[in-house]
């Protein structure tokens, strides 16, 4: 939602939900009343835990697949390295002076 002029409301909340509130701005580094508000809005938008909850693990499991890709990429980029490397010496060396190709391993 936009920003707007906010106004003060007392809200009561038993004691872990208050410091459950407190917990959570302090890992956001954000303050209990934005929080509460964000909680707020979410609420009448219709967001429920539940489906929070699917997207927190679908992006968990996102963040994943994305980091074994990278390691895949970065490994296939060190191999392609070698390749272009192992070419460069053979083509210095010349074909007259018979040099081949190495066969890397996978």
Known sequence: ???EPTASTNHHLGSARKR???ERARRRATRAAEE???AVDKHLCGTMP???ALLDEAA???AAALQEMTAM???TNRRAEAVFAELARTNAGGASAGGHLAVLPR
């Open 36 to 38: 509460l508000r964000l």
């Open 20 to 22: 459950a509130l407190r």
């Open 50 to 52: 539940e489906a929070m």
């Open 1 to 3: 939602m936009a920003a």
């Open 60 to 62: 968990t499991q996102a």
């Open 73 to 75: 990429l970065e490994a």
